[in-house]
């Protein structure tokens, strides 16, 4: 088990396009299971591979509730291929953003493909809770945070808050 460090605002990987992973072979399963660690960790629903530093197209999450057994997902190269038409709007938050919640509206419905641990493409429909899960980690892989769908005004606070911090950290 290899818990990695989780990457906050305002590094610059965070806004990193992350590259297409080629097989997965032995290093990808071992990134996959490092990211479920770190993610179950800290703790989380989502984890995208550039939030730990790593710029490979690779996400996991788990939405398995409190007393539910694990239910892990791992999406390798993952691309949404259709948005639903109804939109919902719920608060997110997110690791490298701790401790901050705000209300985004994304679509309710999404189709994603991807890759999965032994090589398959997989097609899936996604609804409400884990479509939104999954536009939120797919975002992590093109360098967007939830905090761009904020206003202006809120997401310059997000980030002169998280400047601050990194400035006094650093001095």
Do not use: W
Not at 9 to 19: C, E, K, N, S, T
Not at 164 to 171: I, T, V
Request: hydrophobic fraction near 40%.
């Amino acid at each position: 088990m290899a818990i990695r460090p989780i990457l906050v605002i305002p590094d610059a990987r965070l806004r990193a396009v992350a590259d297409p992973i080629g097989e997965v072979d032995d290093e990808i399963k071992t990134l996959a299971k490092d990211m479920l660690d770190t993610m179950y960790d800290a703790p989380g629903i989502g984890l995208a591979a550039p939030q730990i530093g790593v710029l490979k197209r690779i996400v996991v999450m788990d939405l398995a509730g409190e007393g539910e057994p694990p239910a892990p997902l791992v999406m390798i190269n993952p691309e949404i291929t259709s948005f639903g038409d109804q939109m919902q709007v719920t608060e997110e938050g997110c690791l490298s953003i701790p401790e901050l919640y705000y209300e985004v509206e994304r679509p309710n419905d999404v189709t994603v493909k991807y890759t999965d641990l032994d090589g398959q493409e997989v097609i899936k429909e996604a609804e409400g809770k884990l479509a939104v899960c999954i536009q939120h980690e797919l975002d992590h892989l093109d360098g967007v945070l939830y905090i761009d769908y904020l206003s202006r005004l809120k997401r310059d606070r997000v980030i002169k808050k998280f400047d601050k911090q990194a400035k006094r950290a650093a001095g």
